[in-house]
């Protein structure tokens, strides 16, 4: 039997991978926007550091052997069409950020963490919507 890391690599995993820079995004985020301190943070800090870097070389030999791959047209052509409604989505929920922002309902460090999570729900939403296109051969 293949290992996963020895068969094919698929857009879909691609798009994949984009929840896992979310979350890092997510972590560094809250290791640079917090305002207290316990003892374990540098275990975690460590954690998502060493993590950080293992993923990415990782994922670089991923995008090597993608690269090298015969390209799906119709998964790329998918994943323009999710793309953009993945913009309106992500522009739509930056104005309503925006707006938050300005009638004080949130300050710097939530506008922050709002960002943050809308791009988590984006790289989720995104994968969700290329999964049920490229399924359905749209």
Known sequence: MK????????LR?????????ALM????????ARRDWHGYYTTIQNIVFIFTIVF?????????KYSKEEKDELAIQNLR???????KI??????????????GFLDGKMAGYA???????????RYIIFCVMDSKGI
Do not use: H, P
Not at 3 to 10: A, G, P
Not at 116 to 124: D, E, K, N, P, T
């Open 3 to 10: 290992s996963n890391m020895k068969s094919k690599v698929t």
């Open 13 to 21: 995993e691609l798009v994949g991978t984009k929840i896992i820079y």
């Open 25 to 32: 995004l997510g972590c560094y985020y809250w290791m640079w």
């Open 56 to 64: 990415f070389l990782l994922q670089a030999d991923r995008i090597y």
């Open 81 to 87: 069409r999710t793309d953009a409604i993945g913009l």
């Open 90 to 103: 992500m522009t739509s929920a930056a104005i309503v950020v925006a707006f938050a922002c300005a009638v």
């Open 115 to 125: 960002l943050v999570g809308m791009i988590f729900a984006l790289a989720v939403i």
